[in-house]
């Protein structure tokens, strides 16, 4: 019904905006990533939106990405999971962070997001797989079980997303596990 928003930022009270169009205020949940990018009060500003009909309330949930608007409608089709959860998830991770979690069934990473238990995790793993990018985030040579394989060891020995792809875009493509990890692990340390 409303799938975009452009008007003047008028107040951010985290989670929720409030988008001046044309003197029309409208209050506009969204996902913390959002909130950290938006401009300063009083400028212009333009999110995609999803709009929420229910019996007690008609509510606005905006995102600055097509990719984080998909994520959240995917998010929302899963039997548990409302709008609410669906903003916390996107608040607590990245679009690429959660493809990733997804791709690599990685139920931990969700875990750490307020809300989401360990059942709720293995449900969102489950009925997510296929469904949403699974290549985003990874890199592009990323297909082999081997370097699935080094990047979840990067991943569970501390190392952030961003260090551990960079590590395994520079290693040979067809590499073994054990020796993919030493060779990661001697790029990382330098």
């Given at each position: 019904?409303?799938?975009?928003?452009?008007?003047?930022?008028?107040?951010?009270?985290?989670?929720?905006?409030?988008?001046?169009?044309?003197?029309?205020?409208?209050?506009?949940?969204?996902?913390?990533s959002t909130f950290y990018n938006l401009p300063e009060i009083g400028h212009q500003l333009s999110l995609l939106t999803h709009f929420v009909v229910r019996e007690d309330a008609q509510i606005l949930y905006g995102f600055a990405s097509a990719p984080e608007r998909e994520a959240f409608r995917q998010l929302i089709k899963i039997s548990g999971v409302g709008p609410r959860t669906a903003l916390s998830v996107l608040s607590g991770l990245s679009v690429a962070e959660l493809a990733q979690a997804v791709t690599l069934q990685e139920a931990g990473r969700l875990v750490k997001v307020p809300g989401i238990g360990k059942k709720t995790a293995e449900r969102l793993l489950?009925?997510?797989?296929?469904?949403?990018g699974a290549d985003i985030g990874l890199p592009h040579h990323a297909g082999s079980d081997a370097q699935a394989d080094i990047l979840q060891a990067l991943l569970a020995l501390g190392y952030n997303d961003r260090e551990a792809a960079a590590a395994l875009k520079a290693l040979p493509q067809e590499v073994g596990v054990s020796e993919g990890i030493k060779l990661a692990l001697r790029a990382l340390a330098k």
């Open positions: 019904m409303i799938g975009k928003l452009t008007g003047r930022l008028d107040d951010k009270n985290p989670p929720q905006i409030v988008l001046d169009c044309h003197g029309v205020g409208y209050e506009v949940q969204v996902p913390m489950l009925e997510l797989k296929g469904k949403l």
